[in-house]
């Protein structure tokens, strides 16, 4: 079956960096995706992976390791308005639509 | 960026009512759209996925007869909550991606927030 991990909550005060860790086992790889979501609002694209490596956007950087099944998101230089919940995402491959595999959410809050 | 129109935001409904949530991609034809539901902090958990055209692929525990997915044209796709029940109350979210290659993501819609009396 599918298996996504992510912690459930982190805390980190304003300018510091939090690091969210994800693992996942999937009957397939397709990419990981990286989402941010604010309460009742639809999840907005923060980042993609699908080579192993780090990927870098502003404050925003996503590492991934294929054959450890694991990502991270790096945020820098926190801000208030970053306090959201993360979601880490994998498209698999069974077939050719490639759907979208859900972890939990990481809800990270940021303190003054 | 493409985007993902979803209506209503938000609906109250009386139990056994039927309720239909549109999704629309308004600046691309999305060949797939996703109707994932979620509720309060927990997961995005998928719910089926349609395809232009074709009857739409269920995921596991999801009745199919009472959530009644249409993807009509390439630019529109119709969740139909039938027979509402209070533990149907959720928040119901739309996805679309216009292909299948690796690094196409998937662009959501607002959400729709249903709560069932």
């Known amino acids: 079956g599918q298996n996504i991990d992510q912690p459930t909550e982190m805390t980190a005060t304003e300018g510091a960096i939090v690091q969210i860790n994800c693992t996942y086992q999937?009957?397939?790889?397709?990419?990981l995706f990286w989402y941010q979501q604010h309460a009742g609002e639809a999840p907005t694209f923060l980042s993609y992976?699908?080579?192993?490596g780090l990927e870098e956007k502003g404050r925003f950087s996503s590492f991934l390791s294929r054959s450890k099944g694991y990502s991270y998101l790096l945020l820098k230089e926190l801000q208030m308005k970053d306090s959201a919940s993360y979601l880490c995402?994998?498209?698999?491959?069974?077939?050719?639509?490639?759907?979208?595999?859900f972890g939990a959410g990481t809800q990270v809050v940021v303190t003054p | 960026g493409a985007v993902v129109s979803q209506h209503p935001s938000w609906v109250i409904c009386k139990s056994g009512t039927s309720v239909k949530i549109e999704c629309r991609s308004l600046?691309?034809?999305?060949?797939?759209m996703f109707w994932y539901r979620q509720f309060p902090k927990q997961s995005l958990m998928l719910m089926a996925t349609?395809?232009?055209?074709?009857?739409?692929?269920?995921e596991q525990g999801v009745e199919k007869d009472k959530f009644l997915i249409n993807h009509a044209s390439l630019t529109l796709s119709t969740l139909t909550v039938t027979s509402a029940h209070p533990e149907d109350s959720s928040f119901y979210i739309c996805?679309?991606?216009?292909?299948?290659?690796?690094?196409?993501?998937?662009?959501f819609g607002s959400g729709t927030q249903l709560s069932v009396l």
């Open positions: 992976n699908v080579l192993d």
């Open positions: 349609s395809n232009e055209g074709s009857k739409a692929t269920y």
């Open positions: 996805s679309a991606t216009t292909g299948a290659r690796h690094n196409e993501k998937l662009f």
């Open positions: 995402a994998v498209r698999d491959r069974e077939d050719s639509w490639g759907k979208f595999q």
């Open positions: 600046d691309f034809q999305a060949t797939t």
């Open positions: 999937t009957s397939g790889f397709n990419g």
